[in-house]
């Protein structure tokens, strides 16, 4: 099993419409979580931090459910712009050392908005 | 320089090769990641650096070998390139490694093709 699972998509939507990513993960003693935005052949870049009480950055809001390991990202109002890969990424034990943590990437799903 | 720069590009190589794709960031973070990017895998750590003269292995090490002589450089080599090394590689930094979280900052990542 992966340990950060994503549902690739691609989501199609009109302008305006409001849509959901999932994802879960695996390891219970993970400790901070995070969705990043990629463009298409361009890197990763950072869009927000996922609290445990939720939190909000203008049209996107984030969740987290610890109980059920399980992160969402809400996009209100879509704009052609947020056209784009979202990944959900998980802080956790490092694979080898076991004391470090470093960041597990979800494969990303895929979001167009059409005009 | 502004941020992380790769070198190169992209690259077309024969497969037992020997390949140094370079990263250089001057942002002054103290930790370093190598990241190989496949479809429907996402992002895979291969090597990573918390500080210059230290390097760890990451999920996907083998084929790969990297160093830390200073802060701002981290090149990884590919010894004898095979093509399942063909990917999109990225460069990552970050102020610190460790517990918490400091964000990623990403090259814009190098295409490699092994023939």
């Known amino acids: 099993r992966k340990e950060v699972e994503q549902d690739p998509g691609p989501f199609n939507v009109p302008e305006g419409a409001t849509v959901a990513f999932n994802c879960t993960y695996s390891n219970s003693a993970s400790q901070s979580f995070f969705w990043y935005r990629q463009d298409c052949r361009k890197e990763p870049k950072l869009l927000m931090s996922?609290?445990?009480s939720g939190n909000e950055d203008g049209r996107f809001t984030a969740q987290l459910n610890r109980a059920s390991q399980y992160i969402s990202l809400l996009i209100r109002d879509s704009k052609l712009s947020d056209s784009a890969t979202y990944l959900c990424v998980v802080n956790s034990l490092f694979f080898s050392s076991g004391s470090a943590r470093q960041l597990t990437f979800g494969s990303g799903t895929q979001l167009t908005v059409l005009p | 320089i502004a941020g992380i720069t790769q070198a190169p590009t992209s690259q077309i190589l024969a497969a037992g090769r020997r390949m140094t794709l370079r990263c250089t960031q001057d942002m002054r973070h103290n930790a370093m990641y190598w990241y190989r990017q496949d479809l429907g895998l996402g992002l895979r750590l291969i090597h990573y650096?918390?500080?210059?003269?230290?390097?760890g292995k990451g999920e996907v090490p083998d084929g790969y070998s990297v160093s830390r002589a200073n802060t701002d450089d981290f090149p990884l080599t590919l010894a004898s390139a095979v093509p399942s090394q063909t990917s999109v590689y990225f460069c990552?930094?970050?102020?610190?490694?460790?517990?918490?979280?400091?964000?990623?900052?990403f090259g814009p990542g190098t295409r490699l093709t092994v023939l």
């Open positions: 990552a930094s970050s102020d610190a490694a460790g517990v918490g979280h400091n964000e990623q900052f």
């Open positions: 650096s918390n500080t210059a003269g230290t390097t």
């Open positions: 996922v609290y445990s």
